[in-house]
């Protein structure tokens, strides 16, 4: 098994910044991909980023191309979203997920059979 635990949501106005963190324990071997993913409420859940663990390659969604940045830090087993100019439609719960499988093409949420709990993020316009 393999435990995600979320931190960095919050508020912050349209054109701010925050940091997510995502801190992976347990068989952390078995997550060779990691991705971000958001629900905003009434919508279906989306893809937002991924990386591999091993090279670091990534990957965007079209929405958050160019404003936001995933990277990993392999010694603390933690993968970060930097996002920059936010924007209201960016309002939504955002979770992290890891699979065994790699790939930075790794963009659909049922790829992923671990998820963390989901940490808010409210841009006011």
């Known amino acids: 098994q393999v435990q995600l635990v979320e931190s960095g949501g919050g508020t912050v106005q349209a054109g701010g910044s925050l940091r997510l963190s995502c801190a992976a324990s347990?068989?952390?071997?078995?997550?060779?991909?990691m991705g971000w993913f958001r629900q905003a409420p009434g919508k279906e859940r989306e893809f937002v980023a991924v990386i591999t663990w091993s090279v670091g390659s990534t990957y965007y969604s079209d929405s958050v191309k160019g404003r936001f940045t995933i990277s990993r830090d392999n010694a603390k087993n933690t993968v970060y979203l930097q996002m920059n100019s936010l924007k209201p439609e960016d309002t939504a719960v955002y979770y992290c997920?890891?699979?065994?499988?790699?790939?930075?093409?790794?963009?659909?949420?049922?790829?992923?059979?671990?998820w963390g709990q989901g940490t808010q993020v409210t841009v006011s316009s």
């Open positions: 347990g068989r952390t071997f078995s997550s060779s991909t």
């Open positions: 997920a890891a699979t065994g499988a790699t790939g930075w093409w790794m963009t659909l949420g049922a790829q992923y059979p671990y």
